[in-house]
């Protein structure tokens, strides 16, 4: 790779991190959703602690760049790519716990369970996931409804067991005892 193709991809890259970044800023707001009672702030603000803290947000780049080379509406792919990252962000929340890693810092600051707390951290990763799915579903994602729920559909089993046993065997622990 050239040193002009190195930087041209690490402009893009940027670009790309700064507009999902403006995306999860607004999902991620203090104002309830459709169908949504209520947003709790202290849970709203574990969710921005996990989300909004740094990140290449290499996997939104990879969607939002498929998308372009298919010619797809950028608008849902942003929101796509978003829903990806929340799933992302998710896993990392729970790999975090004292269960898991155990770890205090991720990208330099406390993780959610260090920042706010541990049952906190895990309803904080929880409604990530779940809200990740729901942009994908939601109607201002502007895709065929059938393309909608075939996304919710691979999300799904892409972040559903198989994924989860692939994290234990990373660790080397022994699944399914």
């Known amino acids: 790779m050239s040193k002009d193709d190195q930087i041209a991809f690490e402009t893009a890259l940027l670009m790309r991190a700064a507009a999902v970044e ?11 959703l459709t169908g949504e009672i209520a947003r709790p702030e ?11 803290n740094g990140g290449k947000r290499l996997r939104p780049f990879l969607v939002l760049e498929s998308a372009a080379l298919f ?5 849902a792919a942003l929101r796509v790519a ?5 799933v992302h962000c998710y896993s990392l929340i729970h790999d975090d716990l004292p269960a898991m890693d155990d770890d205090d810092l991720r990208r330099g600051q406390p993780t959610v369970h260090k920042a706010f ?3 906190t951290a895990i309803l904080a990763g929880d409604a990530l996931l ?3 799915f729901g942009i994908i579903a939601d109607e201002a994602t502007a895709l065929p409804t059938e393309r909608r729920a ?5 999300l799904a089993r892409a972040a559903g067991a198989g994924r989860a046993r692939e994290r234990q065997h990373e660790r080397g622990a022994a699944f399914g005892r």
């Open 150 to 154: 075939a996304l919710v559909l691979a």
């Open 71 to 75: 010619s797809a509406d950028n608008d």
């Open 22 to 32: 403006t995306e999860l800023r607004q999902i991620l707001d203090a104002r309830p």
């Open 42 to 52: 202290r849970l709203m603000a574990a969710m921005r602690h996990g989300v909004l």
């Open 117 to 119: 707390d541990e049952a």
């Open 82 to 86: 978003a829903a990806l990252e929340c």
């Open 130 to 132: 779940t809200l990740a």
